[in-house]
């Protein structure tokens, strides 16, 4: 196993506060839970900006409001996590930290945060999902613009073990079924791999930029994509005119089928952050900077909001949404730039504000225990 070491740079992004009231933070390590960061746990990643070496974790306990920022940090000495904390992922007793330009996955026990070793040789990481105890996988782009690949991770050395070809910039993945489900954001295709045999055995086509993925009760799978987005060079503002709309997948897991396409239409939004309730009968994503509730019975796309802040594209919308489920509240994450500390807002099951609390820069995703 390849210990862990210190890490170098740091990216860090920030988030825009909106109104909203403050939660009691814990920055004090005494303050903080002792040995016990699985307790009503809401682990948050924030990004952070990339070179600057501060990304970081924060951890909310959803039963008393204590927020502790900083935790691998506190946790270890001090030391750096490293550059870009693109998503965290918890299996059992550990927590898989995903660090993009950092190359490698820094693994940590989730009750202490303290550092258990690495998973390294990796190329520009994005997201990490265990099949059991003994194997993982982890989406890596290597490149911006050519075929990317999922490493498979025996998780008892820590160790890469094989590597499998997939599309264009795989991005989250989820298991279903014996197989693991990859979205090739740089692309048009789902990539669809045997777990048995870890080679993959069907490419499914959906609208272009597909970016996240959820399974409904009924074992469809829902894909969200953005289509493609041309920029205005004056700003880099994404251009009305030029750009396409994006679109919801279905797809009936028993036989692999895409079986009905949703397309919005505006060119310039995306749906991203799809994700599903508890009960798994209604999906939720992020559109035009508001949040959208989805019956997965529904025959067209539901365009009354959800959760509906006023303001529209192109401002800055939430830079990442999860969704409680031992409570069903809605948590959203607002990252206005990548200098500064962002915000976290909860959301109740009607979509009225509850509060909210400062996290670190740039919260872009939630691990909930």
């Known amino acids: ?112 945060f303290k550092a258990e070793g690495e998973i390294g040789g990796l190329e520009m990481p994005r997201y990490f999902a265990a099949l059991d105890n003994q194997k993982g996988y982890v989406t890596e782009w290597v490149t911006y613009n050519s075929n990317g690949r999922v490493a498979v991770v025996d998780l008892s050395t820590l160790t890469v073990t094989k590597t499998i070809e997939v599309g264009v910039n795989p991005e989250k993945m989820v298991i279903a079924g014996g197989k693991l489900y990859v979205a090739n954001v740089g692309g048009s295709s789902v990539s669809v791999i045997n777990t048995a045999t870890d080679a993959v055995e069907n490419t499914l086509a959906v609208t272009y930029g597909p970016n996240s993925l959820a399974i409904d009760r009924n074992n ?64 939720y994503f992020v559109y035009d900077n508001k949040v959208y509730q989805q019956d997965i019975a529904a025959t067209a796309l539901n365009t009354t909001p959800f959760i509906n802040r006023g303001s529209s594209y192109p401002s800055r919308s939430f830079s990442s949404l999860g969704l409680d489920p031992a409570n069903g509240y809605i948590y959203a994450g607002k990252a206005p730039n990548y ?27 939630f691990t909930f225990r």
């Open 1 to 112: 196993m390849k210990r862990f070491t210190s890490l170098r740079g740091f990216l860090v992004a920030s988030v825009l506060a909106t109104g909203a009231f403050m939660f009691t933070s814990c920055d004090d390590k005494a303050d903080g839970p002792t040995n016990t960061y699985a307790e009503n746990a809401v682990l948050i990643s924030n990004e952070g900006a990339m070179g600057h070496s501060n990304a970081s974790v924060s951890y909310y306990n959803r039963s008393n409001g204590t927020l502790v920022n900083q935790v691998f940090s506190k946790e270890n000495d001090e030391q750096v996590l490293g550059d870009v904390l693109q998503s965290i992922a918890v299996h059992n007793d550990r927590a898989y930290l995903v660090m993009n330009n950092s190359k490698k996955v820094v693994v940590a026990n989730a009750n202490t």
């Open 220 to 283: 469809v799978l829902w894909v969200a994509s953005s289509n493609r987005k041309e920029y205005d060079p004056k700003d880099w503002s994404v251009s009305e005119e030029l750009s396409q709309p994006g679109a919801l997948t279905k797809i009936d897991l028993s036989t692999n089928r895409v079986t009905t396409t949703y397309s919005f239409t505006r060119n310039a939004p995306a749906p991203t952050g799809i994700t599903t309730n508890t009960t798994k009968d209604k999906i």
């Open 339 to 365: 200098t500064s500390d962002g915000w976290v807002v909860r959301y109740n099951t009607t979509g009225a504000v509850v509060d909210s609390f400062r996290v670190g820069v740039a919260p872009n995703g």
